[in-house]
């Protein structure tokens, strides 16, 4: 048996004659840029995650970047990020001329926390960044009090958790703005590059609908210095096919999950959910941590990342997967602040003992809705028979 990391043709083509209809239609309308395509989509984003105002653009990316143009958010200025994330949440602070300062996050939940933060605030600091890694909402309640108390923007990097949820609300509804990304991977999967802005802030929404196109409303009259983070309507319509069957991905991905904590919770050696507090718990004798779904917290599972314990094993478990034909992937094998691009910042060379462990211990699964009952059985065997077998 084989089983992809991610496979992303089921899903797809599940829906080909609406997805081919659509493309046909866009290509007969001679509406190629903007339109009714993008505010119909825009509409519904900001009807499904529960915020004013919705922006299509060109990708995550280019979603963070024009949340920080809007912010005014530059040369001078500091924005605190996780350091273990995908790269985009710190590299768009750099692009702006501002200063990403690296903090460290929970090893159980993988997320920035407001004791990761709080200690790096300097009169510089303009706004905070947390991630909702890999589809779980990060600490919001304290994070938002923390952003207000200091008066920080916060920014929502949520382009791996469309649809999470923290105490009932949606990822990208609570702070000061949400990135989006529907890079083919993510929880809802365009057919190429696009993302979303969000935010309840009037002003923010119209200064980044100017900034998406060249900086003006009316064209050719620029009153800021803008960029093309331009969605194509071509996308937006594949997407409004899919957005509504986002929920029943995402209820997929979490019985896919539920699938992977019954087969390996019993095993010796396999720590799972804490009963005690979200956090913590007793690794002293664990070999293989599941993720943890924090209280109050609805985890969508963009990824389902294990933690392996000891010396080598996480490579280990990555080359017995691989052995039998299953899909895996380290998501993230070098801490940010300890990129290259990075080494002339300020705090080059900082210790972030939370985010370097994970670098050695994590390791994601297959997870995509897709997967058959068959194939997470596999999955499960072969990590089985890897923990009794050493
Ligand atoms: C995917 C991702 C992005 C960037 O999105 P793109 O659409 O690929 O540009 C940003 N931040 C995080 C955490 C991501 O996972």
């Not at 922006?55 to 350091?83: K, N, R």
């Not at 004791?115 to 605030?121: F, H, K, Q």
């Not at 004798?285 to 599941?290: G, S």
Request: proline content about 5%.
């Amino acid at each position: 048996m084989q089983v992809p990391l991610l496979e992303l043709t089921s899903q797809n083509g599940a829906l080909s004659n609406e997805l081919n209809a659509a493309c046909a239609r866009v290509l007969a309308s001679g509406q190629y840029i903007m339109g009714p395509e993008i505010t119909g989509l825009e509409a519904e984003c900001s009807e499904w995650i529960g915020c004013k105002h919705a922006l299509g653009v060109s990708s995550g990316t280019d979603a963070i970047l024009l949340i920080l143009m809007g912010l005014g958010i530059g040369p001078g200025d500091e924005v605190i990020v996780p350091s273990f994330t995908f790269f985009a949440t710190a590299g768009c602070v750099s692009r702006v001329g501002a200063t990403p300062v690296f903090a460290d996050c929970c090893s159980r939940c993988f997320n920035m926390r407001r004791s990761d933060v709080e200690p790096l605030i300097t009169e510089r600091t303009k706004a905070i960044m947390p991630v909702h890694l890999f589809g779980q909402s990060a600490p919001m309640d304290e994070l938002l009090a923390l952003a207000e108390e200091r008066g920080l923007a916060l920014i929502e990097d949520a382009a791996q958790a469309i649809g999470s949820t923290y105490k009932g609300r949606q990822v990208g509804s609570m702070g000061t703005a949400g990135a989006f990304s529907f890079f083919p991977s993510k929880n809802l999967g365009g057919l190429g590059d696009s993302g979303l802005v969000t935010t309840n802030d009037d002003e923010l929404a119209d200064r980044m609908t100017k900034l998406r196109v060249h900086g003006g409303h009316a064209r050719y009259y620029h009153d800021m210095i803008g960029g093309n983070f331009r969605m194509d309507p071509l996308q937006a319509t594949l997407l409004r096919i899919k957005l509504p069957h986002l929920q029943s991905y995402i209820d997929r991905r979490r019985q896919n999950a539920a699938f992977y904590h019954d087969a390996l919770a019993a095993e010796p050696g396999v720590i799972t959910q804490s009963t005690s507090s979200d956090c913590e718990c007793n690794e002293a004798d664990a070999r293989l941590i599941l993720p943890v779904e924090s209280k109050g917290h609805l985890h969508t599972y963009n990824q389902f990342t294990l933690r392996v314990r000891g010396e080598g094993q996480r490579d280990a478990v990555f080359a017995h997967l691989q052995a039998h034909n299953i899909g895996c992937a380290i998501y993230y094998p070098v801490p940010l602040h300890q990129q290259k691009c990075f080494a002339n910042l300020p705090s080059a060379g900082s210790t972030l003992p939370h985010t370097e462990q994970l670098a050695q211990e994590v390791l994601s699964i297959p997870i995509y809705p897709e997967l058959g009952t068959d194939q997470l059985a596999f999955v499960a065997d072969a990590l089985k028979n890897f923990l009794q077998n050493k």
